[in-house]
């Protein structure tokens, strides 16, 4: 069983940077693709970012390619998503997960979930 931890979320005006962090609790996370999801209030669960299990590999939607960066993988027992030039309409709440497929945007093929951090994007 993986237990993965993310943090980083909170208020940040728009323009403005945060830096998300996901951490394994229990076993390690080296050997699995990871991913970011997002999801805004009243909205689905939505891709944002994957990264390799290798780390060598990077996956990111239209949405977000360009401003958002992740890394990690590569028996790195961390992975990160840094967010820059931050959105209102990126406001949501976060999540990483683990799973067996290197960037693959389907919830269904993650495994394992964070519990979420929230992000909001002040206007």
Known sequence: QVQLVDTGGGLVQTGG????????SGRTIDRYAMGWFRQAPGKEREFVAAVSGS???TYYADSVKGRFTVSGGNAKNTIYLQMNSLKPEDTAVYYCAAGYYNGSPREDEYKYWGQGTQVTVAS
């Not at 940077?17 to 394994?24: E, H, M, N």
Request: net charge positive; charged share 10%.
């Open 17 to 24: 940077s945060l830096r998300l962090s996901c951490a394994p």
């Open 55 to 57: 780390g060598s590999s």
